[in-house]
Protein backbone atom coordinates (compact mmCIF):
# COMPACT_ATOMS: atom_id res chain seq x y z
CA UNK A 1 0.00 0.00 0.00
CA UNK A 2 1.02 3.23 -1.23
CA UNK A 3 2.02 6.01 1.64
CA UNK A 4 -0.95 8.38 0.57
CA UNK A 5 -2.86 5.20 0.65
CA UNK A 6 -1.96 4.62 4.16
CA UNK A 7 -2.42 8.17 5.21
CA UNK A 8 -5.70 8.09 3.90
CA UNK A 9 -6.82 4.88 5.94
CA UNK A 10 -5.23 6.31 9.12
CA UNK A 11 -7.30 9.80 8.41
CA UNK A 12 -10.42 7.27 7.64
CA UNK A 13 -9.85 5.97 10.87
CA UNK A 14 -10.00 8.99 12.90
CA UNK A 15 -12.88 10.69 11.51
CA UNK A 16 -14.42 6.93 12.51
CA UNK A 17 -13.25 6.92 16.08
CA UNK A 18 -13.96 10.55 16.81
CA UNK A 19 -17.58 10.86 17.43
CA UNK A 20 -17.35 7.59 20.14
CA UNK A 21 -14.88 9.54 21.81
CA UNK A 22 -16.92 12.62 22.21
CA UNK A 23 -19.57 10.95 22.77
CA UNK A 24 -17.84 9.13 25.81
CA UNK A 25 -16.62 12.37 27.08
CA UNK A 26 -20.23 14.47 27.18
CA UNK A 27 -21.80 10.99 28.99
CA UNK A 28 -20.38 10.11 32.22
CA UNK A 29 -21.59 10.42 35.92
CA UNK A 30 -22.45 13.83 35.70
CA UNK A 31 -24.64 13.88 32.76
CA UNK A 32 -26.59 10.42 34.13
CA UNK A 33 -27.94 12.43 37.06
CA UNK A 34 -28.43 15.84 35.01
CA UNK A 35 -30.95 13.15 32.85
CA UNK A 36 -32.46 11.97 35.69
CA UNK A 37 -33.02 14.70 38.05
CA UNK A 38 -31.42 12.59 40.93
CA UNK A 39 -28.05 11.24 42.29
CA UNK A 40 -27.86 7.96 44.40
CA UNK A 41 -25.80 8.38 47.23
CA UNK A 42 -24.80 4.85 48.66
CA UNK A 43 -24.08 5.09 52.35
CA UNK A 44 -23.60 3.43 55.91
CA UNK A 45 -26.30 3.25 58.36
CA UNK A 46 -24.41 2.09 61.38
CA UNK A 47 -20.85 3.97 61.23
CA UNK A 48 -21.59 6.88 64.07
CA UNK A 49 -20.62 9.62 64.00
CA UNK A 50 -19.47 9.63 60.18
CA UNK A 51 -22.54 8.22 59.07
CA UNK A 52 -25.78 6.78 59.90
CA UNK A 53 -29.72 6.29 59.89
CA UNK A 54 -31.17 8.33 62.54
CA UNK A 55 -34.48 6.90 64.53
CA UNK A 56 -36.49 8.91 61.51
CA UNK A 57 -35.19 7.42 58.56
CA UNK A 58 -32.82 10.31 57.54
CA UNK A 59 -29.17 9.74 56.83
CA UNK A 60 -26.80 12.09 59.46
CA UNK A 61 -23.13 12.45 60.45
CA UNK A 62 -19.82 13.87 59.34
CA UNK A 63 -19.28 12.32 56.32
CA UNK A 64 -22.99 12.94 55.48
CA UNK A 65 -22.70 16.90 56.11
CA UNK A 66 -19.62 16.42 53.51
CA UNK A 67 -21.82 14.41 50.75
CA UNK A 68 -24.52 17.35 50.96
CA UNK A 69 -21.87 20.15 50.22
CA UNK A 70 -20.67 18.06 47.53
CA UNK A 71 -24.07 17.03 45.63
CA UNK A 72 -25.00 20.69 45.86
CA UNK A 73 -21.87 21.39 44.01
CA UNK A 74 -23.12 19.00 41.61
CA UNK A 75 -26.39 20.43 41.31
CA UNK A 76 -25.04 23.79 39.97
CA UNK A 77 -22.80 21.95 37.53
CA UNK A 78 -25.89 19.65 35.96
CA UNK A 79 -28.14 23.25 36.58
CA UNK A 80 -30.32 21.52 39.33
CA UNK A 81 -30.11 22.63 42.54
CA UNK A 82 -33.07 20.54 43.75
CA UNK A 83 -31.82 17.18 42.99
CA UNK A 84 -33.48 14.54 44.44
CA UNK A 85 -31.25 12.28 46.63
CA UNK A 86 -31.73 8.76 46.82
CA UNK A 87 -29.85 7.49 49.95
CA UNK A 88 -29.06 3.94 50.18
CA UNK A 89 -28.25 2.45 52.90
CA UNK A 90 -25.34 -0.66 52.59
CA UNK A 91 -21.98 -2.05 54.10
CA UNK A 92 -19.03 -1.05 53.26
CA UNK A 93 -18.11 -3.94 50.53
CA UNK A 94 -21.91 -3.25 49.56
CA UNK A 95 -21.36 0.37 49.40
CA UNK A 96 -18.38 -0.02 46.86
CA UNK A 97 -20.29 -2.63 44.84
CA UNK A 98 -22.74 -0.06 44.57
CA UNK A 99 -20.00 2.21 43.06
CA UNK A 100 -18.99 0.22 40.52
CA UNK A 101 -21.71 -1.50 39.16
CA UNK A 102 -23.22 2.41 38.71
CA UNK A 103 -26.35 1.77 40.93
CA UNK A 104 -24.78 4.67 43.09
CA UNK A 105 -23.17 8.13 41.96
CA UNK A 106 -21.52 8.85 45.66
CA UNK A 107 -20.40 6.82 48.25
CA UNK A 108 -20.62 8.45 51.98
CA UNK A 109 -19.42 6.76 54.80
CA UNK A 110 -16.08 5.71 56.46
CA UNK A 111 -14.21 4.04 53.87
CA UNK A 112 -10.74 3.78 53.71
CA UNK A 113 -9.05 4.27 50.37
CA UNK A 114 -6.37 1.13 49.71
CA UNK A 115 -4.82 0.68 46.31
CA UNK A 116 -6.61 -3.12 45.69
CA UNK A 117 -10.02 -0.79 45.82
CA UNK A 118 -8.53 1.65 43.42
CA UNK A 119 -8.90 -1.45 40.93
CA UNK A 120 -12.77 -0.91 41.08
CA UNK A 121 -13.56 2.47 41.68
CA UNK A 122 -11.65 5.98 42.49
CA UNK A 123 -11.84 8.17 45.20
CA UNK A 124 -11.86 11.71 46.27
CA UNK A 125 -9.74 14.58 48.17
CA UNK A 126 -9.39 12.67 51.66
CA UNK A 127 -12.27 13.78 53.99
CA UNK A 128 -10.17 12.32 57.63
CA UNK A 129 -7.15 10.64 58.79
CA UNK A 130 -7.98 8.03 61.51
CA UNK A 131 -6.48 5.19 63.00
CA UNK A 132 -7.77 1.45 63.88
CA UNK A 133 -7.28 0.18 67.64
CA UNK A 134 -9.35 -2.39 70.18
CA UNK A 135 -12.29 -1.58 72.50
CA UNK A 136 -11.79 -3.43 75.73
CA UNK A 137 -13.52 -3.55 79.59
CA UNK A 138 -12.45 -1.90 81.83
CA UNK A 139 -11.53 -5.38 83.99
CA UNK A 140 -10.25 -7.14 81.32
CA UNK A 141 -7.44 -7.19 82.16
CA UNK A 142 -5.69 -6.33 78.78
CA UNK A 143 -3.27 -3.89 78.65
CA UNK A 144 -1.92 -3.98 75.17
CA UNK A 145 -2.64 -5.90 71.96
CA UNK A 146 0.04 -8.41 73.45
CA UNK A 147 -2.49 -9.55 76.01
CA UNK A 148 -4.14 -10.51 73.65
CA UNK A 149 -3.07 -14.24 73.17
CA UNK A 150 -5.82 -16.56 73.60
CA UNK A 151 -8.78 -13.98 73.17
CA UNK A 152 -11.67 -13.20 70.79
CA UNK A 153 -11.58 -10.07 68.93
CA UNK A 154 -14.91 -8.89 66.92
CA UNK A 155 -14.38 -7.15 63.76
CA UNK A 156 -16.48 -6.18 61.02
CA UNK A 157 -16.34 -8.49 58.25
CA UNK A 158 -14.85 -7.07 54.51
CA UNK A 159 -13.04 -4.30 56.12
CA UNK A 160 -9.37 -2.72 55.83
CA UNK A 161 -9.51 -3.00 59.39
CA UNK A 162 -10.14 -7.38 59.17
CA UNK A 163 -6.93 -7.20 56.87
CA UNK A 164 -4.89 -5.52 59.40
CA UNK A 165 -5.92 -7.14 62.34
CA UNK A 166 -4.62 -10.61 61.04
CA UNK A 167 -1.42 -9.01 59.75
CA UNK A 168 -0.60 -7.38 63.43
CA UNK A 169 -1.63 -10.38 65.12
CA UNK A 170 0.93 -12.88 62.72
CA UNK A 171 3.83 -10.06 63.24
CA UNK A 172 2.98 -10.27 66.42
CA UNK A 173 2.67 -13.90 67.54
CA UNK A 174 -0.33 -13.21 69.18
CA UNK A 175 -2.70 -16.38 68.74
CA UNK A 176 -6.16 -14.84 69.18
CA UNK A 177 -9.24 -15.89 67.56
CA UNK A 178 -11.33 -13.47 64.77
CA UNK A 179 -14.71 -13.16 65.06
CA UNK A 180 -16.39 -11.38 61.67
CA UNK A 181 -19.50 -9.56 62.13
CA UNK A 182 -22.08 -8.18 60.31
CA UNK A 183 -23.07 -4.80 62.24
CA UNK A 184 -21.43 -2.67 64.64
CA UNK A 185 -23.63 -2.96 67.37
CA UNK A 186 -22.62 -6.60 67.56
CA UNK A 187 -18.97 -6.16 68.22
CA UNK A 188 -20.85 -4.12 71.21
CA UNK A 189 -23.29 -6.20 72.44
CA UNK A 190 -20.01 -9.16 71.77
CA UNK A 191 -18.31 -7.27 74.59
CA UNK A 192 -21.44 -6.38 77.07
CA UNK A 193 -22.16 -10.30 77.21
CA UNK A 194 -18.67 -11.39 77.50
CA UNK A 195 -18.56 -13.17 74.16
CA UNK A 196 -15.54 -11.31 73.13
CA UNK A 197 -13.05 -9.79 74.82
CA UNK A 198 -11.77 -6.87 72.52
CA UNK A 199 -13.75 -5.00 69.55
CA UNK A 200 -11.40 -4.06 66.54
CA UNK A 201 -12.61 -0.88 64.82
CA UNK A 202 -11.71 2.65 64.03
CA UNK A 203 -10.81 4.70 67.21
CA UNK A 204 -13.55 7.37 66.27
CA UNK A 205 -15.92 4.77 65.28
CA UNK A 206 -15.04 2.95 68.20
CA UNK A 207 -15.74 6.25 70.50
CA UNK A 208 -19.22 7.05 68.65
CA UNK A 209 -20.54 3.32 69.46
CA UNK A 210 -19.34 3.52 73.33
CA UNK A 211 -21.12 7.29 73.02
CA UNK A 212 -24.41 5.22 72.59
CA UNK A 213 -23.70 2.02 74.83
CA UNK A 214 -26.02 1.11 77.77
CA UNK A 215 -23.25 2.23 79.91
CA UNK A 216 -19.98 3.95 78.43
CA UNK A 217 -18.32 4.21 81.50
CA UNK A 218 -17.17 0.40 81.11
CA UNK A 219 -15.28 0.40 78.00
CA UNK A 220 -12.08 1.95 77.08
CA UNK A 221 -9.60 1.97 74.14
CA UNK A 222 -6.46 0.54 74.20
CA UNK A 223 -3.58 2.94 73.44
CA UNK A 224 -2.57 0.50 70.31
CA UNK A 225 -2.87 1.66 67.09
CA UNK A 226 -3.78 -1.45 64.96
CA UNK A 227 -3.60 0.85 61.59
CA UNK A 228 -4.11 4.14 59.46
CA UNK A 229 -7.56 5.01 58.17
CA UNK A 230 -7.58 7.78 55.25
CA UNK A 231 -11.19 8.34 54.55
CA UNK A 232 -12.51 9.10 51.09
CA UNK A 233 -15.75 9.50 49.10
CA UNK A 234 -16.04 6.31 46.64
CA UNK A 235 -16.73 7.33 43.03
CA UNK A 236 -17.30 5.92 39.45
CA UNK A 237 -14.02 4.97 38.03
CA UNK A 238 -12.58 6.90 34.45
CA UNK A 239 -14.42 9.80 35.58
CA UNK A 240 -12.39 12.42 36.05
CA UNK A 241 -15.18 15.70 35.43
CA UNK A 242 -17.22 14.36 37.97
CA UNK A 243 -14.14 13.70 40.54
CA UNK A 244 -13.43 16.92 39.33
CA UNK A 245 -16.77 18.60 41.11
CA UNK A 246 -16.60 16.98 44.32
CA UNK A 247 -13.00 17.74 44.81
CA UNK A 248 -14.05 21.18 44.38
CA UNK A 249 -16.60 20.97 46.86
CA UNK A 250 -14.08 19.61 49.18
CA UNK A 251 -12.01 22.44 48.80
CA UNK A 252 -14.76 25.27 49.30
CA UNK A 253 -15.58 23.37 52.67
CA UNK A 254 -11.54 23.29 53.80
CA UNK A 255 -11.19 26.89 52.64
CA UNK A 256 -14.30 28.04 54.75
CA UNK A 257 -15.87 28.03 58.00
CA UNK A 258 -18.08 25.01 57.14
CA UNK A 259 -15.70 22.56 58.35
CA UNK A 260 -15.07 23.73 61.38
CA UNK A 261 -19.05 23.89 61.98
CA UNK A 262 -18.94 20.05 60.11
CA UNK A 263 -16.33 18.81 62.42
CA UNK A 264 -17.61 20.91 65.32
CA UNK A 265 -21.46 19.61 65.05
CA UNK A 266 -20.35 15.65 64.87
CA UNK A 267 -16.86 15.32 66.37
CA UNK A 268 -16.41 18.25 68.66
CA UNK A 269 -17.17 16.71 71.70
CA UNK A 270 -13.84 14.69 70.97
CA UNK A 271 -12.11 18.25 70.99
CA UNK A 272 -10.01 19.86 67.99
CA UNK A 273 -8.98 18.32 64.79
CA UNK A 274 -5.11 16.44 65.36
CA UNK A 275 -2.41 18.11 63.68
CA UNK A 276 -2.60 15.58 61.07
CA UNK A 277 -6.43 16.01 60.18
CA UNK A 278 -5.67 19.73 59.94
CA UNK A 279 -3.06 19.31 57.96
CA UNK A 280 -5.20 16.77 55.49
CA UNK A 281 -7.45 19.73 55.24
CA UNK A 282 -4.97 22.40 54.47
CA UNK A 283 -3.64 19.72 52.01
CA UNK A 284 -6.92 19.29 50.26
CA UNK A 285 -8.04 22.40 49.89
CA UNK A 286 -6.82 22.65 46.45
CA UNK A 287 -6.14 26.03 44.78
CA UNK A 288 -7.36 27.46 41.49
Not at 244 to 258: F, G, R, S, W
Request: aromatic share 6%.
Amino acid sequence: MHTRSLFAVALLGLVLVAPSASAQSAGGTLAKIKAAKAINVAYSPDSLPFSSKTASGDAAGYSIDICKRVIAQIGRTVGDPNLKVNWIPGSVSERLQMIASGRADLECGNTTVTQTRLANVDFSGLIFVDSGGFLIKQNAGIRGATDLGGKKIAVLKGTTTEIRLNEVLRTRLVNATIVPIAAAEEGIAMLEAGTADAYAGDKIKLVGLVATSKDPSIFILLGDDLSLEPYALALPRNDSDFRLEVNKALTQIYATADIEQIFGQNLGRLGRPSGLLAAMYLLYAIPQ
